[in-house]
């Protein structure tokens, strides 16, 4: 099966911060919480940080703050968001915000950059879209098991990129992809896609990253996350909506 081409994405810094600048703050910097998202699942702090001359807003969320499910362990949300970014970034495609695991006013928790979206943007229009940054996202979703990629969960820029957050029900060792993006289901990967898993494969392996996520989550999630790289280049192909599992989030926006 031969892979797609895809256009070239703009990804531009979030905030007018580059990552690393982005990530020192959110790792060094006081952070002060102005409010909360009322609507969030678990809590989830609108928040100041600053270190030095230089402020950004952002969202903590406490392990504290999370509420318990059945399918996932206890306070291990938090790191799988961070298991996320760390993902995101070694991909290239800057679809998780910079995002870090640090202490705050209500214990340690997760820290990520707050992006500012573009609201003419109609998310309904958009999920039904076929935006190369969201087939990209597809494929980030199939590599960590995303098990609730709802439209609002999407961040779209002016420029037409479009970040993703929320990702503390993902890498279960168990395979539970629910999405609103099954437009390239069954679809050849595109040659970008497939060149990207190569290089994640072999970082997972033998790279920065498996390491890294060995750090974040169990080692069977860690094998787990590799095998489904793994089956995604032996296939070629985006993932087929589970029959065992729901495919679709609830609610999906």
């Known amino acids: 099966m031969s892979a797609e081409s895809e256009p070239t994405l703009s ?4 905030a007018g911060l580059d990552d690393e600048t982005a990530m020192r703050l959110l790792r060094d910097g006081r952070l002060d919480v102005a409010g909360r998202l009322v609507e969030a699942t678990n809590m989830t702090l609108y928040c100041s940080v600053q270190l ?5 807003a952002c969202v903590y969320k406490p392990v504290r703050g999370e509420r318990p ?6 306070g291990t949300l938090a790191a799988r968001e961070v298991a996320a970014y760390e993902v995101s970034a070694a991909i290239g495609w800057r679809i998780v915000p910079p995002t870090v695991y640090r202490d705050g006013p209500f214990g340690p928790g997760m820290c990520q950059l707050w992006i500012d979206t573009d609201p003419e943007i109609d998310l309904m229009v958009l999920i039904r879209s076929r935006q190369p940054s ?14 609730d990629r709802k439209g609002g969960h999407l961040l779209p820029l002016a420029d ?38 190569t290089r994640l494969e072999r970082d997972l392996e033998q790279g920065r990253l498996g390491r890294r996520l060995r750090e974040l989550l169990t080692l069977p999630e860690v094998e787990a996350t ?9 296939t070629g192909l985006h993932p087929l909506p589970s029959k065992e599992w729901p495919a679709i989030p609830w609610p999906p926006i």
């Open 11 to 14: 990804t531009a810094p979030a």
């Open 52 to 56: 030095g001359g230089l402020a950004a």
């Open 69 to 74: 499910l059945w399918d996932f362990p206890d």
């Open 134 to 147: 969201l087939r990209r996202m597809a494929v980030f979703d199939a590599v960590v098991n995303n098990a």
């Open 160 to 197: 037409g990129h479009v970040y993703g957050v929320d990702h503390g029900v993902s890498f279960s060792a168990e395979d539970k992809l629910r999405t609103v993006l099954w437009q390239w289901r069954g679809k050849p990967l595109s040659r970008e896609a497939m060149n990207v898993l």
């Open 226 to 234: 590799w095998s489904r790289v793994r089956r995604l280049l032996d």
